[in-house]
């Protein structure tokens, strides 16, 4: 179990050293000018030259990314407890929850730049990635609510609040969970696509917009720097999402206990 | 108070039938009267409607045609019926505590009283130390005392059972058996217990009810009038034997298409 779980360590790891060493020496030996691939060390000196720039971008993506997710969040599950309650609800929205969800995002965010203010645009961006699953899984969740607790409780003539609120929500929550996960690294994917077709220069201008500023300028260690920071982030939201995940569901979810084989 | 004198009929079922959308006729013509205090098991081959039977008692489900007549006291609101389903059927969310607390949760019952009744109802299937289990943590058959111990909660005068221990080991069956019987004579509830093993029917029942395939029809009734306290001496006894015989010939015969 220890041996296991040191591996699962080391051997990213390793790997990661591997790649790093083959990139380093690669550049090296075929003699490749920084503007067409820089060495590690490279990025890594850009990464701590630009920091104030990189990090004030970092936060307008995140920013973004944030208020796309918990936008997302709650309309998927709103909207799918709505489904839930109102039959005609789901038949008359759920074709274009749909849609909209199978419309490639980038060939939306031009027309939203045309209609709404640049900060707003990239945000609805965000949020239409982001909240489809959320929907997709909350909706899975509480229509999967086992048949014979939904019995006991029409036997204790529960009302359709208690039903909600004590048996549904509650049993759709490891799927709700799974929904989030999904739309927290999909919210950071929709905020960058909106700000690389949004693509004009500002004060509040986010990582995506410095990664293609600095492919014009030709800055490919700048590109690199930034792309680095951009998968941190996403990294960083999918593991806190799933600390979550497994804090509201270690006592009693097959998914969040140890596994024996 | 009709009710309160022993014997007195609690609910009774006449002419129920039932009809599913897909067609299927699970219930024909089916009359059954459970009286007050009374141990009584519907016995039947899987798919005769006996679990569709004890839907309908149970309100969950309405009759295709019948009537299912309460006695005035019977069914004074909600409160008043326990089931118990095949499967443990509790919430994996909450601690065995609060799975048995769901009924009274749910009829708004709260605070102290609602609280000595969780333990009171944990007490009597014997789980009074698990209370802050999840129910992943139990056995199978630790799961279906917490199932029972939820539909005590409430003291419901009917106790309404869907083959609770079809899904365990047969030592298991025997010790829940053995308890299900302790805490009938105890509280005296009326129970309606259905079942597809002849034994079992034999072992708890006062009367039991044999069912005929497909639709489901009531066949005969036997009663089993050994006495209680009934326990392993009597399991293993002459007359348990010569019972389930019996009760064995009845449901064959109601097997091959009713013909007595």
Redesign the interface.
Known sequence: MKKNRLMRIALPLLVLAIVVTAWDRTVCVFDIQPFVLPRPELVLTTLIADRSLLWHSLLVTLGITFEGFFLAAAGGIALAVAFNQWRVVEYSFYPYAVILQVTPVLAIAPLLLIYLPQPLAVLACAWIVAFFPVLANATLGLNSV?R??L????????SRW?VLW??KL??A?PQILAGLRIAGGLSLVGAVVAEIAAGSAGAGSGLAYRIAESGYRLNIPRMFAALLLLSAAGVAIFFALSALSHLALR???ESA?PRDY | MQSAIPGASIVSLRGVGKTFDNGTVALERFNLTVREGEFVSLLGPSGCGKSTALRIVAGLSGPSEGTVDWADTGRAGNKSIGFVFQEPTLMPWRDVAANVRLPLELSHAAGAPAQTAVAQALEQVGLGEFARSYPRELSGGMKMRASIARALATEPPLLLMDEPFAALDEITRFKLNNDLLALWQRLRRTVIFVTHSVFESVYLSQRIVVMTPRPGRVFTEIAVDAPYPRDEAFRTSAEFAGFCRTVSATLSQAMMGGVR
């Not at chain 1, 019995?151 to 529960?158: E, S, V």
């Open positions: 086992d014979n607790l019995a006991l409780f029409a036997l204790h003539k529960a208690q004590k048996l509650p049993s929550l006592r009693w979810h206990l």
